[in-house]
């Protein structure tokens, strides 16, 4: 069974590689994003909440991240699971390990996507999501350095992250993460 993490900034291109490899693999992909936009599609009283913060660039409560990434993983039920844009901070890290044990996930893989920031900028630019313009995207990479690098230290001294360039030709990046998960 999969279980995997994909890590890196805003734009770096977790969402396109995570949707591939779940694809390819047959995994549940679970991205809180996703999860939080098509609740603000539906006018959930989250959903409403969550759109206010996503367009400012801000991080949704850990509470509410945790529940709902808690109750997507009681539900696998395909060959495993690839987690994106989650966890944020490292108070969502230490829940997610909690829930890891609860739910007897013990072997799990993190790929971390790493891209320059110039590029990554260019292309947030170019995807235009209503929280991908200039004043947003340089708060989300703030957030990024503040409150989500620190999860990076946390895999790092489990020794369970992989780095992958994720600077290229999607399919090609796709064959490394896929190389490297085997
Ligand atoms: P993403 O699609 O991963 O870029 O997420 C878009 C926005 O959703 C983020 O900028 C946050 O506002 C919110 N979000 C997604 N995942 C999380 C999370 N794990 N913790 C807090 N907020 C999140």
Redo the contacts with the bound molecule.
């Keep these: 069974m999969h279980q995997l993490i994909i890590y890196g900034p ?2 770096v291109g ?2 396109t590689q995570a949707e591939l490899i779940a694809a390819k693999l047959n995994l549940e992909h679970i ?7 098509k609740a603000a599609e539906d006018g959930t009283e989250l959903g409403i909440q ?1 759109k206010e ?10 509470d ?2 945790n529940g709902i ?1 808690k109750e997507s993983l009681k539900k696998i039920n395909k060959n495993g699971f690839i987690l ?6 490292l108070v ?1 890290a230490m829940a997610l390990s909690e829930i890891f044990n609860e739910l007897g996930f013990k072997d799990i893989k993190v790929i971390n996507l790493i891209a320059d920031e110039n590029e990554i900028i260019t292309r947030l630019l170019k995807r235009g ?1 209503s ?1 991908d313009n200039r004043e ?1 995207i340089a708060n ?1 990479f703030k ?1 990024y350095l503040e409150s989500t690098s620190p999860v990076k230290e946390y895999f790092s001294k489990q020794n369970i992250i992989m780095d992958i360039n994720g600077v290229g030709d999607i399919e090609d990046i796709n064959k490394v993460i896929l190389e490297s998960i085997k």
């Design positions: 805003p734009g977790k969402g991205s809180t994003g996703a999860i939080l936009r969550a913060i996503m367009d400012r660039g801000n991080l949704v409560t850990d509410i991240m990434v994106d844009g989650y966890p944020r901070t969502q999501r929280d947003t989300r957030v």
